[in-house]
């Protein structure tokens, strides 16, 4: 079946500095979502890419999707405390049902 | 509120008894999702309704678990038998669905947290 992979699982980093989790899906997809969980909180939807070789931008947090539709990456610049959370993709497949599958997921932490 | 609402909030019950967690969807989404997340872990896929096709149960860990929604309205989660394993908090999400354009969003609830003693 369709399997999303999400990498690292946990990540610290700097207040400042960068931060970057990637997902690998095993079969192509129609689209990818992140969503944000902040702790103690439910996932809150970011963004959805589309095309082939996507990239959005939405302030410091830059999304692309990639040329063959089954990698993606969420790219934080100068991380700032309230970046800490779980940072979420999910793909839906192309060609089928409407189901989506999220990854594991990477827990961001933030050190001041 | 137009958001997605999920009751109870917290649910402690005894090892071995039935719950039964609900979802009330935003309105007009065709598209119900399932979701177990223990704590400190990922979201677990465990069903999913879209419209009035038959739902996709291939998440669900085992026969003790299951899931009827009302048409396009709310969804009710069975735990039967309740597990200690089972303590987690269980996500309900809606969405737009089938047959919408590709954006297609997923509106989480608050969750309701089990907890089995």
């Known amino acids: 079946g369709q399997q999303v992979m999400q990498i690292p699982q946990y990540q610290h980093v700097q207040e400042g500095e960068d931060f970057t989790t990637y997902c690998n899906s095993s079969t192509t997809l129609s689209n990818i979502q992140w969503y944000k969980q902040r702790p103690g909180g439910h996932p809150v939807f970011l963004i959805q890419?589309?095309?082939?070789?996507e990239v959005k931008k939405q302030k410091r947090l830059t999304f692309q999707f990639g040329e063959a539709k089954k990698n993606s990456s969420l790219h934080i610049t100068a991380t700032q405390t309230t970046d800490v959370g779980t940072y979420f993709c999910a793909g839906r497949n192309a060609g089928r049902d409407d189901k989506i599958i999220f990854g594991k997921g990477t827990r961001l932490h933030i050190l001041p | 509120g137009a958001g997605v609402s999920q009751s109870p909030s917290n649910k402690v019950t005894e090892k071995g008894k039935d719950v039964e967690l609900r979802c009330d969807p935003i309105?007009?989404?065709?598209?119900l999702y399932w979701y177990r997340q223990r704590l400190g872990q990922g979201l677990e896929f465990l069903i999913y309704?879209?419209?009035?096709?038959?739902?996709?149960k291939s998440g669900l860990p085992s026969d003790r678990f299951s899931a009827e929604r009302t048409g396009e309205s709310v969804s009710t989660l069975t735990i039967q038998r309740t597990q200690q394993e089972d303590s987690a908090v269980y996500l309900c999400?809606?969405?737009?669905?089938?047959?919408?354009?590709?954006?297609?969003?997923?509106?989480f609830g608050p969750g309701t947290r089990l907890t089995v003693l």
């Open positions: 309704f879209q419209g009035n096709s038959a739902p996709d």
């Open positions: 309105s007009g989404h065709t598209a």
């Open positions: 999400a809606s969405s737009l669905g089938q047959g919408t354009i590709s954006y297609n969003e997923q509106f």
């Open positions: 890419l589309v095309k082939s070789g």
